[in-house]
């Protein structure tokens, strides 16, 4: 038994995390590494000392990410029971990728389970099936990011093919589980018409009338980038309008998808 993993944060009052309030549990690790990750602290498994500013001599490391138990994880869920119980929200895990910690996800939910807590995975979808299949029963909402469904460019972007992210996706959908489709809207890259009619099709394609999330571009990772030291490729990027935020849901409507924009 694994009763412990990695995690970079715990965000209290989540409102876009899933229905209601919610409490966001970042596991650290993801097996992608997108270009515009909002969760740049998230990429790496293990714990990093980090010089967040070389010109400063001296200057204290900042260490992110910390060992915790499952116990003291619930402790902090603990505190926002009474927020649950009247909004209807409960625990979202996210990231970097929480089934990248099957173990330790496995056993968070169970204790979820036992106290009667909502749970939301947001997750890329990237991981072996068993760990989705050992899940059943366990997650109450699955929020799943498709990307790019090109798998040349999906694995130009993300550093991963999406044929796993899409089997995966098939069984969930086959296998009942509430799923809610999420598109980062990333200039030129994912929000682009082909790619946003490929994704409507394939959501189209499968069982339980499946929602989709637009999450329009913004630029809160920028200055994360700048921080940790790591290549920033959104500089030349801009913020979308509510226009064409409205006019890239489209290809959704037209199926009778829903759809909405933002979390
Ligand atoms: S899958 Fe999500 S957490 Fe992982 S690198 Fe991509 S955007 Fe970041």
Request: proline share 5%.
């Amino acid at each position: 038994m694994i009763a412990s993993g990695i995690i970079f944060d715990i965000k209290h009052f989540a409102l876009h995390d899933g229905p209601g309030i919610r409490t966001t549990v970042f596991f650290k690790g993801c097996p992608l590494n997108c270009g515009w990750c909002h969760n740049p602290e998230g990429y790496r498994p293990e714990i990093e000392k980090l010089k967040i500013n070389r010109r400063i001599q001296n200057f204290e490391p900042e260490v992110v990410g910390r060992m915790v138990t499952v116990a003291e994880i619930m402790t902090e869920v603990g505190k926002d029971r009474i927020f649950y119980d009247e909004s209807g929200g409960g625990i979202t895990i996210s990231g970097g990728e929480p089934l990248a910690q099957p173990e330790f996800l496995f056993e968070l939910l169970i204790a979820c389970r036992q106290e009667n807590i909502s749970t939301v995975i947001d997750t890329s979808g990237f991981t072996k099936l068993e760990n989705f299949q050992r899940l059943a029963g366990l997650v109450d909402l699955y929020l799943y990011d498709l990307k790019i469904m090109d798998d040349n460019l999906h694995q130009r972007h993300t550093g991963v093919s999406n044929t796993q992210i899409l089997n995966n996706l098939t069984w969930l959908a086959k296998n009942g589980e509430q799923l809610q489709i999420r598109v980062p809207l990333i200039p030129g890259i994912t929000a682009t018409k082909d790619n946003l009619t490929a994704i409507a099709a394939h959501v189209k394609s499968l069982d339980g009338g499946i929602g989709v999330a637009l999450l329009p571009f913004n630029l809160l990772a920028r200055d994360k980038f700048h921080k940790f030291n790591l290549p920033n490729k959104l500089t030349k990027m801009r913020t979308q309008s509510p226009e064409t935020i409205e006019r890239m849901g489209e290809p959704f409507r037209s199926l009778g998808i829903p759809v909405t924009s933002g979390g």
